[in-house]
């Protein structure tokens, strides 16, 4: 498999890490399998509530997914050179997140043996059949992508030269993921907490201010874990995007707050008061609280430029954003929707405990998968690093040369000492 | 006058816009077409629906024969954990069925009756709009909604979708919660969608629903509502009923006779 | 030369292995023999030749199950004419014992029993449990 090997070799701390990944995996799998011979019933979910918290990590998990085009559109569409050594672990985690994604979607549904009868019989007309199409595309290219830049990385030559269209179509393309997922809500009538237009919007906002958090503090960890380091201004570049899209988003939720609560169309309200206010009693209020007051907390940190700045505080926020958009989506978005249900009837819905490690090892997967891809890349960009090959010469021959590299292979030595060649989508290549 | 390639890309992509767009128009533009059509009474062909007259239904709060039928037909479990609970015909109090009508001041007569829900087969179904696999469609010659438990995935995109909760999910096997099985209809397995689909299987042989059958008041009345001449047709052309959720632009076929 | 031992007991293992179902048909006294099927009294002609309904019987299943639950159809017209009602439960088992007859002999063939039988009543089971 692809540079495998090199996830292969590591200290004892990475070692005790991926067995302790493993360990979880299997009593999660354990679980999972108990699942499929005694049935959904295992999970807390009902007749009422009939998606909860699988159906929640999916969608939260798409919006992780989606946020990688928030340092793939900055480096390749507006040459922001910051995030250049950013730009391959953001892909990474896009790989990962839909992954479990797929995951989430697999584990939840009643016949998973049945899966392919989405392809044999697909319905064009289910968003569904869509959000399929959307997130098995998005894997496609972001494999892709991360195969050939690391590859060429490895080989220190230029990517092929098609590879940059494909980067180009993966931009839009993660943004249609988490509109189609979107979709699958607002697109139903009788759910009104679920039907409004803001909701693909709001969910790129929220998922544009949690992917990018989550990849600082990955960055973050790296860096104290392997020396491996972004840089500064690449770490403040994704803190004022997290900073925007946090404000963006809150200021959506603020919006759909207004609406419902001016207009006070019950069906509108109805979200509200079983998330924020309590009217009505269900298991969500404490999360839907704490989802807004961590919300807040993060705001003050980011907007705070001093704070933002600050590694410490930034790390604290970064923490807060992640966790208060994990419960507003991965939780109370998806429950609340069913609350109350078409005939008024207020169902409670908490997770079993074999639901919850199932969650878990789905995670636990993604963070091998995270930890395994980190550890390919940054063994590639280290070795490079400490090596310091000249690099092969680019500058006036572009994509052609990317399309004869690709084919003459690795074998071919390089045959200039023109120093470090930093490249961009189109070829373009600029020595430092 | 002479086309450059340029300028005849750029047409023929705005033909193509154009041409595309007209047609994603008329397909999205179809549903309110056809809604009209169906307020003006002219549709085509067959739409199998019930009129639940309240009057006759509300004189026994306890009857449950209805219900009682359906269960011992079509092999439907009785679960006690109500989380589990598989309803194609139930109870409910009339308010929560017409909680938009509700005025504080309704005689408690109706306001707590309780008042059977079932599947409302309806002219543009939800559910089976976001059904992925077609496990769940809506049948041409009669229009009812059918099921498909051969080919459901169990994604319960269809729970989230209607907007009665007609639907029920099989979270276990239900075989070891059936009273008294019925061999001659299959029972569900663990993991697929179920609801009421009108007793197809009974339709066939040229028999009412069960639960029409069983209703000691004929409170249960069934039949095509696009046949003028039909019992149903001639009920409500002539009384004022109601319908769960109209304005969610599903066409219920299920009238509720108050 | 050190790896000698290793090798030659994977080998033993491997072929150990696949000659298992040798040695678990000799010790479980397993006949080669297929199983004699009872066949039904009341009948003397299936719904399609013998020939087909030993391959293709799945296939034809299949075609009931489409057409009964997808296309409202309810007969189906036989090879000789004759109309038989398209059911599992009343029209196969009205002849076949569901366990003398479709699980024997999947279980002799070593296909896996299909899941028919989750949701498909045995009408035969059904009045014996009930007693």
């Given at each position: 498999m692809f540079m495998f090997e090199k996830a292969m070799t590591g200290g004892r701390r990475y070692w005790t890490w991926v067995g302790a990944l493993l360990v979880v995996i299997a009593v999660a799998f354990g679980f999972y399998l108990y699942q499929l011979s005694?049935?959904?019933?295992?999970?807390?979910?009902?007749?009422?509530?009939?998606?909860g918290l699988y159906i929640g990590q999916f969608t939260f998990m798409v919006g992780v997914a989606a946020s990688a085009v928030m340092v793939v559109l900055p480096y390749y569409?507006?040459?922001?050179?910051?995030f250049a050594r950013m730009t391959i672990l953001g892909e990474f985690l896009a790989v990962a997140s839909v992954t479990m994604c797929m995951m989430f979607i697999m584990i939840d549904?009643?016949?998973?043996?049945?899966?392919l009868n989405v392809m044999l019989y697909p319905?064009?007309?289910s968003v569904m059949f869509w959000d399929m199409v959307s997130l098995s595309g998005y894997l496609i290219l972001n494999a892709t992508i991360t195969y050939f830049t690391l590859h060429a990385e490895q080989e220190d030559v230029h990517y092929p030269h098609w590879v940059k269209y494909i980067i180009l179509l993966s931009i839009p393309w993660a943004i249609s993921i988490h509109t189609v997922t979107g979709f699958l809500y607002?697109?139903?009538?009788?759910r009104l907490g679920w039907r409004t237009a803001i909701m693909a919007p709001r969910f790129l906002a929220s998922a544009f201010a949690a992917g990018p958090a989550l990849l600082i503090l990955l960055c973050l960890l790296l860096r104290r874990q392997t020396g491996y380091d972004v840089g500064k201004k690449a770490i403040n570049g994704l803190a004022v995007i997290v900073t925007y899209a946090m404000v963006i988003n809150t200021f959506f939720i603020l919006m759909e707050f207004f609406t419902a609560m001016y207009s006070h169309v019950p069906d509108l309200t109805a979200d509200f008061q079983d998330l924020y206010l309590g009217a009505v009693h269900t298991s969500l209020l404490p999360w839907g609280r704490t989802s807004i007051v961590l919300m807040a907390a993060a705001l003050v940190l980011l907007l705070v430029p001093r704070w933002r700045r600050n590694e410490k505080t930034l790390v604290v926020a970064c923490v807060l954003v992640f966790s208060s958009l994990w419960i507003d989506k991965?939780?109370?978005?998806v429950v609340g929707?069913?609350?109350?249900?078409?005939?008024?009837t207020i169902t409670r819905y908490v997770p079993t405990l074999p639901e919850l490690i199932i969650t878990l090892g789905v995670w636990a997967v993604g963070a091998l998968m995270v930890t395994v891809f980190y550890k390919i890349a940054l063994s590639v960009e280290i070795a490079k690093e400490a090596s310091y090959v000249p690099a092969y010469e680019f500058a006036r021959t572009g994509g052609a040369i990317g399309l004869q590299m690709h084919s003459s292979?690795?074998?071919?030595?390089?045959?200039?000492?023109?120093?470090h060649t930093n490249k961009d989508a189109f070829g373009k290549s600029e020595q430092e | 006058m002479k086309i450059t390639r340029k300028e005849f890309l750029k047409i023929s992509g705005a033909c193509l816009v154009a041409f595309t767009g007209k047609k994603a128009l008329a397909v999205l533009d179809n549903p309110a077409k056809s809604q009209t059509s169906s307020a003006s009474g002219s549709k085509a062909s067959k739409q199998l629906g019930m009129v639940v007259d309240t009057r006759k239904c509300i004189?026994?709060?306890?009857?449950?024969k209805c219900i009682d039928a359906c269960v011992q037909a079509h092999n439907i479990p009785s679960f006690k954990d109500p989380h589990h609970q598989i309803k194609w015909i139930w109870k409910k109090p009339f308010d929560d069925l017409f909680s938009s009508y509700?005025?504080?001041?309704?005689?408690t007569s109706l306001k707590d009756e309780q008042t059977p829900v079932l599947?409302?087969?309806?002219?543009?179904?939800p559910c089976v709009r976001v059904c992925p696999t077609g496990a769940t469609w809506k049948r041409k010659e009669d229009g009812i909604v059918m099921m498909d438990w051969h080919r459901c995935?169990?994604?319960?995109f269809c729970m989230a979708a209607c907007p009665y909760g007609a639907r029920s999910f099989n979270?276990?096997?239900?075989r070891p919660d059936?009273?008294?099985?019925?061999?001659n209809f299959p029972t569900r397995t663990k993991g697929v969608v179920e609801k009421c689909t009108f007793c197809s299987e009974r339709l066939v042989k040229g028999e009412m629903p069960a639960c029409v059958e069983a209703c000691p008041e004929k409170a249960l009345v069934f039949g095509?509502?696009?046949?003028?001449?039909s019992e149903i047709r001639q009920l409500l052309a002539k009384s004022y009923t109601l319908r769960r959720r109209p304005e969610l632009g599903t066409g219920p076929n299920i009238y509720y006779l108050v | 030369m050190r790896d000698r031992v290793w090798i030659i007991a994977g080998l033993f293992l491997f072929l150990g292995l696949v000659t298992y179902p040798v040695w678990h048909n000799l010790v479980a006294h397993t006949s080669p023999k297929p199983p004699q099927l009872v066949l039904p009294?009341?009948?003397?002609?299936?719904?399609?030749p013998v020939n087909y309904m030993r391959s293709s019987h799945m296939k034809l299943l299949l075609q009931w199950r489409q057409e009964v639950v997808r296309e409202d159809k309810s007969k189906y017209v036989a090879f000789n004419g004759k109309v038989y009602?398209?059911?599992?439960?009343?029209?196969?088992l009205k002849c076949h014992?569901?366990?003398?007859f479709c699980v024997r002999c999947h279980t002799y063939a070593g296909?896996?029993?299909?899941?028919?039988?989750n949701c498909h009543l045995d009408p035969a089971q059904v009045k014996r449990s009930a007693r």
């Amino acid at each position: 498999m692809f540079m495998f090997e090199k996830a292969m070799t590591g200290g004892r701390r990475y070692w005790t890490w991926v067995g302790a990944l493993l360990v979880v995996i299997a009593v999660a799998f354990g679980f999972y399998l108990y699942q499929l011979s005694y049935g959904l019933g295992l999970t807390g979910m009902s007749r009422n509530v009939s998606w909860g918290l699988y159906i929640g990590q999916f969608t939260f998990m798409v919006g992780v997914a989606a946020s990688a085009v928030m340092v793939v559109l900055p480096y390749y569409l507006h040459n922001h050179k910051e995030f250049a050594r950013m730009t391959i672990l953001g892909e990474f985690l896009a790989v990962a997140s839909v992954t479990m994604c797929m995951m989430f979607i697999m584990i939840d549904m009643g016949k998973p043996m049945r899966v392919l009868n989405v392809m044999l019989y697909p319905q064009f007309h289910s968003v569904m059949f869509w959000d399929m199409v959307s997130l098995s595309g998005y894997l496609i290219l972001n494999a892709t992508i991360t195969y050939f830049t690391l590859h060429a990385e490895q080989e220190d030559v230029h990517y092929p030269h098609w590879v940059k269209y494909i980067i180009l179509l993966s931009i839009p393309w993660a943004i249609s993921i988490h509109t189609v997922t979107g979709f699958l809500y607002s697109g139903l009538p009788g759910r009104l907490g679920w039907r409004t237009a803001i909701m693909a919007p709001r969910f790129l906002a929220s998922a544009f201010a949690a992917g990018p958090a989550l990849l600082i503090l990955l960055c973050l960890l790296l860096r104290r874990q392997t020396g491996y380091d972004v840089g500064k201004k690449a770490i403040n570049g994704l803190a004022v995007i997290v900073t925007y899209a946090m404000v963006i988003n809150t200021f959506f939720i603020l919006m759909e707050f207004f609406t419902a609560m001016y207009s006070h169309v019950p069906d509108l309200t109805a979200d509200f008061q079983d998330l924020y206010l309590g009217a009505v009693h269900t298991s969500l209020l404490p999360w839907g609280r704490t989802s807004i007051v961590l919300m807040a907390a993060a705001l003050v940190l980011l907007l705070v430029p001093r704070w933002r700045r600050n590694e410490k505080t930034l790390v604290v926020a970064c923490v807060l954003v992640f966790s208060s958009l994990w419960i507003d989506k991965g939780v109370c978005m998806v429950v609340g929707g069913f609350i109350p249900s078409p005939l008024g009837t207020i169902t409670r819905y908490v997770p079993t405990l074999p639901e919850l490690i199932i969650t878990l090892g789905v995670w636990a997967v993604g963070a091998l998968m995270v930890t395994v891809f980190y550890k390919i890349a940054l063994s590639v960009e280290i070795a490079k690093e400490a090596s310091y090959v000249p690099a092969y010469e680019f500058a006036r021959t572009g994509g052609a040369i990317g399309l004869q590299m690709h084919s003459s292979s690795a074998a071919v030595p390089p045959d200039s000492g023109s120093g470090h060649t930093n490249k961009d989508a189109f070829g373009k290549s600029e020595q430092e | 006058m002479k086309i450059t390639r340029k300028e005849f890309l750029k047409i023929s992509g705005a033909c193509l816009v154009a041409f595309t767009g007209k047609k994603a128009l008329a397909v999205l533009d179809n549903p309110a077409k056809s809604q009209t059509s169906s307020a003006s009474g002219s549709k085509a062909s067959k739409q199998l629906g019930m009129v639940v007259d309240t009057r006759k239904c509300i004189k026994d709060q306890g009857c449950t024969k209805c219900i009682d039928a359906c269960v011992q037909a079509h092999n439907i479990p009785s679960f006690k954990d109500p989380h589990h609970q598989i309803k194609w015909i139930w109870k409910k109090p009339f308010d929560d069925l017409f909680s938009s009508y509700e005025t504080e001041y309704l005689e408690t007569s109706l306001k707590d009756e309780q008042t059977p829900v079932l599947c409302n087969h309806c002219d543009k179904p939800p559910c089976v709009r976001v059904c992925p696999t077609g496990a769940t469609w809506k049948r041409k010659e009669d229009g009812i909604v059918m099921m498909d438990w051969h080919r459901c995935i169990g994604c319960r995109f269809c729970m989230a979708a209607c907007p009665y909760g007609a639907r029920s999910f099989n979270w276990v096997d239900p075989r070891p919660d059936i009273k008294t099985l019925n061999p001659n209809f299959p029972t569900r397995t663990k993991g697929v969608v179920e609801k009421c689909t009108f007793c197809s299987e009974r339709l066939v042989k040229g028999e009412m629903p069960a639960c029409v059958e069983a209703c000691p008041e004929k409170a249960l009345v069934f039949g095509d509502v696009n046949d003028p001449k039909s019992e149903i047709r001639q009920l409500l052309a002539k009384s004022y009923t109601l319908r769960r959720r109209p304005e969610l632009g599903t066409g219920p076929n299920i009238y509720y006779l108050v | 030369m050190r790896d000698r031992v290793w090798i030659i007991a994977g080998l033993f293992l491997f072929l150990g292995l696949v000659t298992y179902p040798v040695w678990h048909n000799l010790v479980a006294h397993t006949s080669p023999k297929p199983p004699q099927l009872v066949l039904p009294a009341n009948e003397k002609q299936c719904v399609a030749p013998v020939n087909y309904m030993r391959s293709s019987h799945m296939k034809l299943l299949l075609q009931w199950r489409q057409e009964v639950v997808r296309e409202d159809k309810s007969k189906y017209v036989a090879f000789n004419g004759k109309v038989y009602n398209m059911s599992l439960s009343g029209t196969c088992l009205k002849c076949h014992n569901q366990q003398e007859f479709c699980v024997r002999c999947h279980t002799y063939a070593g296909v896996r029993t299909p899941y028919c039988w989750n949701c498909h009543l045995d009408p035969a089971q059904v009045k014996r449990s009930a007693r």
